[in-house]
């Protein structure tokens, strides 16, 4: 009868790690923050600036 106990603690304890190291990812990978911008959306960003400041027919002889 206890280890049903222990099994609901268990998995209630996995799934607040999984939650926190999941919101922890989600805060440093993608944060839209201007001053503390996230990884991808810093790489996101200079790849938009990349592909704007490129023109056309520069390349044209």
């Known amino acids: 009868?206890?280890?049903r106990g222990q099994i609901v603690v268990e998995y209630v304890l996995l799934l607040v790690i999984?939650?926190?190291?999941?919101?922890?990812?989600v805060s440093?990978?993608?944060?839209?923050n201007s001053?503390?911008?996230g990884v991808l959306t810093s790489k996101w960003h200079s790849i938009l600036v990349t592909i704007g400041a490129d023109v056309?027919?520069?390349n044209k002889k």
């Open 18 to 25: 999984a939650t926190g190291v999941a919101a922890l990812l």
């Open 56 to 58: 056309p027919d520069s």
């Open 28 to 32: 440093q990978l993608v944060s839209r």
């Open 1 to 3: 009868m206890n280890k």
């Open 35 to 37: 001053d503390n911008p």
